[in-house]
């Protein structure tokens, strides 16, 4: 099935990007395969997970990880194969879920490794099943808390954790409002999950069309864009209104605040007159000892057609940077992954 | 004992303020004492609490609570003495606490009325054991959550919620930093509050005094201030940390966005980075149920010593409007009364 061979490709983070990250920021390097020491497996990637996160790593601003640094290789969430083992608990061919970065091998003690068993789509282990869902399940149910009949609005509605958070409002009784980048991801949203509504974030119009598509105002809204999708949202907000702050896709670019006027105040006076509560999370920081808890729901409603999922599929490492510039201007279509 | 009159003194609000009010918004008019009809009470006021809220309900901005019209008496909570009653659950000479406004008399059928019994220092039903030492009880405790060994750190650090914010953090074992408007007031936080250190906010290197004050960083941030206060805090929160939103005086005679650049994107980030929670709150709709659970403790910690407060009393209605205005200005050194 695979073909073995000596060399390890690596994409190294080469430099840090001011805004917008370029192909200069990446470097793409040839190396021995490693060989696994005593308790060791040598890990062959076969999906690689691209996710909005990565763009803060890429960074050395202050923050909850640490950046990955010049000369290393970029960090991400694979799905991998054992193809030598050292360690009695892993065989040849075994499945796993690792964090072996945009590399075609690495080397693990195997305390970081998630077996898969026989699973049937392996790739779903980095999307709906795999961190990105459970960020929308424990974003949108632990702060979130929606209640039948309320209004939830999430935006990247297609993405791989907008389109979980709309999935799982529905399933709760919820009426769900999307926000996209396209005319055909919205129909999507709308026609194959779902949601009651979605609307395009490049229309010029966006706080009226919101405003039209959540008649009783929004009582959750699931932050994981920022930006103007964020200012549509703020003033239909109801009292006691919540708000995970999961991601702010639309500002990792940023280079310098915006200009004024400064509406921090306001935002802090809405907070107060509406009884807001907003909650910042990181999924594997706050949440990591309840994975468990996901993964029956989850896996059951996939099984019930109650959740489904789209993925992007981009083949071949060579095409990660790229594809992961993208990524930060919604070039993408469903959950971006890597195949080797 | 009390000297009976037939004049109602009231004070009006006039005209809505634009920024700062001036005693043009207000209007003392003289009006017959009114008669109460069977089931009513006729009240006579005997302390009036001034408190920051009522700048709000001068304006007609949308807010939680209706505002009050103009040609309207100014609200306000009251300590009042029953002084005729056609209604059987209350007799002459009763002390209740209301919410008759600024006026020497008021009518009530007794339903928002709560007796006050034998109290031996009235007025802090409108303090420390009322609405202020309330909103400062749930505030921290119920949202702020704090963790003996945490840093705990609040603006107007003598006023009738402050004071109450620092020294419930003492009693749970945080080190608790308090920031307010003079030396003086600073003094009274640390030797006579328990408060660990103080700090002027005015005081042009804030942020560089709050960073020393907050060696191990901010894990609570009592948010009754916003302004100036609020930016030397921001850097200074752990992750993690909890912030109450429970006033921004220094924010409410603004009347437009203060200059640029647009610092809210930076707040969400940092909502997100540092997983924070913000959650505003209004005491009497948020936690009105919860009134009883606060007054045993509460009323133990007084008589224990372990909550001590200062009262600034204002004698004569004709000097609310005065007092007020003042108050808006930190011009108050603790809780403001005005006695009748």
Redesign the interface.
Known sequence: MHKHTSINRQILLASRPTGKPTSDNFKLVESPVPTPGEGQVLLETQFLSLDPYMRGRMSDA???AAPVKIGEVMVGGTVSKVTLSKNSKFKTGDLVLSYAGWQDYALSDGKDLTPLGAIAHPSLALGVLGMPGFTAYMGLLDIGEPKAGETVVVGAATGAVGSVVGQIGKIKGCRVVGIAGSAEKCRFAVEELGFDSCLSHHDEKLADALREACPKGIDVYF?NV??KV?DAVLPLLN?KARIP????IA?YN?T??????????????T????????????IS??YGHRFQEFQQPMQQWLREGKIKFREDIVEGLEKAPQAFMGLLEGENFGKLVVKF
């Not at 702050?245 to 702010?248: D, I, K």
Request: aromatic share 8%; net charge positive.
């Open positions: 202050p923050s909850y932050e920022g930006g964020f009292a702050v999961c991601g702010l500002q940023r310098s605040l915006p200009p004024g006027p400064d509406r921090m105040g306001l935002l802090m006076g907070i107060l007159s509406k009884r807001l509560r907003m909650q910042g999370f990181i920081q706050d």
